[in-house]
């Protein structure tokens, strides 16, 4: 089983950027295609983005494109989410995610979330 912590979120003006990281227990991480899930108030937890488990791939969700960079560090069992240029929309709980094994992109294990609020 991974446990999942993140950290970095907080309150940053429009147009500013936050680093969020993700650390993940255990020696499976190197090989586990990660993500990053969003869940604004009042709605579902939605995609924003993932990388596969070598950080040859990644993919975005339409409206974090050109705005946000997900990236790995092996070594350190941590994948971060870059997040430039923020908008008061990309106010949400910010959940990172990992798959049961490797090879899957479907996942079972959350974090318990950072708080991102974006000010206008």
């Known amino acids: 089983q991974v446990q999942l912590v993140e950290s970095g979120g907080g309150l940053v003006q429009a147009g500013g950027s936050l680093r969020l990281s993700c650390l993940a227990s255990?020696?499976?991480?190197?090989?586990?295609?990660m993500g990053w899930f969003r869940q604004a108030p009042g709605k579902e937890r939605v995609f924003a983005a993932q990388?596969?488990?070598?950080?040859?791939?990644?993919y975005y969700e339409d409206s974090v494109k050109g705005r946000f960079t997900i990236s790995r560090d092996n070594a350190k069992n941590t994948v971060y989410l870059q997040m430039n240029n923020l908008k008061p929309e990309d106010t949400a709980v910010y959940y990172c995610?990992?798959?049961?094994?490797?090879?899957?992109?479907?996942?079972?294990?959350w974090g318990q979330g950072t708080q991102v609020t974006v000010t206008s």
């Open positions: 990388i596969s488990w070598s950080g040859d791939s990644s």
């Open positions: 995610a990992a798959p049961k094994r490797a090879g899957l992109w479907n996942y079972e294990y």
């Open positions: 255990g020696d499976t991480f190197s090989s586990l295609n």
